[in-house]
């Protein structure tokens, strides 16, 4: 099959959850399908990233770069036309000539868009090729969640924009024949009538790559990684570094918490203490899973599926959540992983995995199995290509 991919991020390195699911989903399409990809950029593009994602393009590789000047004209133009800021931010009207020409040219069989971020560009093109939209995440109930956390000035701008992502997300169902999405727990914040045809395609792990570390020392007890300018991750570290580790070190006074990713926003650099190492950028994040004794994802805003926690659990890392996070991943509180909502719940949950060395152990071991089950690519992907060939009911 011709299968024409329009991404909002160049899909390597795999630093942001879209460009992860992207490419792994690349990785499985390209063994039986020509794809040819148009992904957006903001930023560089290395050599080794095109090195990564060029074999997986058969059909043509494409780069559109959107700069900085272009990208505010291009955001006041989609403010004036009633769009989300995000959907103004990617939209540039030299992309949609490109993908308008790669069509004509290309003559997909498939369209597949990643993100309602990239659905305006394939508005015209609604009902003219057979289309499918990965929603991914909800972005509007993301963000209608830290509208309630900002500052009251912040408040109305965020509020204004989870009102349109709304709107948006619901318009945008209409433009396609397919749709998908990483929960069903995102799928139930969908509003549209029509949401139980929005099919549910789960990210998965490479358990080749991701794998017990045993042999690493532990330099430290506790350790959260992500896109450190992601605000649901931001929030997170300011909420383990600044309320849940100082009770962990009422009973483990020399506790100390590794927060590893790119990009650090100036709040996580805040965070920064004896007790709180801020690694920023690594070039291999298995190192920070393999030098902490436990995981820790205390999420209390955002949506979707937190890869950082099945990449945990794929190294035997026994592993500390929200309900929030575990609703999509699905896994069985106190066996698989350890749920709970409060500061002084994951505190406790935290400490007692620090003492106890074997019922610890076992939860690592039983997160292992679960994520091994229930998270792989190839039977994802291949939820994806049914739909792409008509095959899914």
Not at 206 to 232: I, R, W
Not at 357 to 362: I, S
């Amino acid at each position: 099959m011709k299968l024409l991919v329009l991404l909002s991020r160049f899909p390597y390195p795999l630093d942001k959850g879209d460009k992860l699911r992207a490419f792994h989903q690349l990785r499985y399409l390209a063994r039986y399908h020509e794809i040819c990809l148009l992904a957006l950029t903001d930023e560089p593009v290395a050599d080794d990233a095109y090195a990564a994602v060029r074999p997986l393009c058969r059909g043509g590789l494409h780069v559109h770069e959107l700069r900085k000047p272009g990208i505010v004209a291009n955001m006041a133009r989609g403010l004036a036309r009633g769009w989300p800021f995000q959907v103004g931010y990617f939209y540039d009207a030299a992309a949609q000539r490109r993908l308008d020409a790669l069509l004509r040219e290309f003559r997909p069989e498939h369209v597949y868009c990643q993100l309602i971020r990239m659905a305006e560009y394939l508005r015209p093109h609604a009902g003219k090729y057979p289309m499918t939209l990965d929603y991914m995440d909800v972005f509007s109930a993301g963000m209608a969640r830290r509208a309630r956390q900002a500052p009251a000035w912040q408040r109305p701008v965020i509020s204004l924009e989870a009102r349109r992502l709304l709107a948006y997300e619901a318009a945008a169902f209409g433009w396609f024949q397919h749709h998908t999405i990483i929960s069903d727990q995102d799928r139930q914040l969908i509003d549209h009538p029509e949401r139980h045809r929005i099919h549910v395609v789960l990210n998965g792990i490479d358990t080749d790559f991701f794998q017990p570390a045993d042999a690493q020392p532990k330099e430290y007890d506790l350790v959260f990684c992500g896109n450190m300018s992601y605000h649901p991750n931001v929030d997170a570290a300011e909420f383990l570094a600044t309320e849940i580790l100082p009770l962990v070190q009422q009973t483990h006074p020399r506790a100390r918490l590794l927060i590893a990713g790119t990009t650090p926003a100036a709040r996580v650099l805040a965070l920064a203490s004896p007790s709180v190492v801020i690694s920023g950028w690594l070039p291999d994040i298995r190192t920070a899973y393999a030098s902490a004794r436990v995981f820790v994802a205390p999420m209390r805003v955002g949506t979707g599926l937190q890869n950082k926690l099945l990449e945990a659990m794929a190294m035997r890392l026994p592993c500390v959540t929200t309900p929030l996070a575990n609703n999509a991943l699905r896994g069985t509180p106190g066996q698989d992983l350890l749920v709970g909502e409060s500061a002084q719940e994951l505190a406790a949950h935290i400490t007692r995995l620090l003492a106890e060395t074997e019922p610890t152990a076992a939860l690592a071991a039983r997160g292992l199995t679960f994520v091994r089950q229930h998270y792989n690519w190839a039977a994802a992907t291949g939820r994806l290509e049914a739909l792409f060939e008509g095959e899914a009911g």
